[in-house]
């Protein structure tokens, strides 16, 4: 059985951008996942600095859990 390739950063980004530009509101990570049909269970840490960066990804605590937005 062939494993499937690991997706990249840039790929990553995208995914998460356009999921987050379309929702129009602040989502959870579990929301973003499941609309962005992303592997990752949770997001890898480092990749998540990179979209504070590259994006200007801001993630904001709630009593619900963490919200992730763009500016």
Avoid: C, H
């Avoid at 790929?11 to 998460?16: A, D, G, L, T, W």
């Avoid at 602040?26 to 269970?41: D, F, G, H, S, V």
Wanted: no cysteine; proline share 7%.
């Amino acid at each position: 059985m062939a494993r499937s390739p690991l997706m990249s950063y840039e790929e990553f980004r995208s995914r998460v951008e356009e999921t987050l530009r379309a929702a129009g509101e602040p989502l959870e990570w579990k929301e973003i996942r499941k609309r962005a049909a992303l592997p990752q269970k949770f997001p890898n840490n480092r990749w998540v600095r990179r979209l504070e960066q590259d994006l200007g990804l801001i993630r904001e605590k709630t009593t619900r859990g963490i919200r992730w937005r763009l500016p």
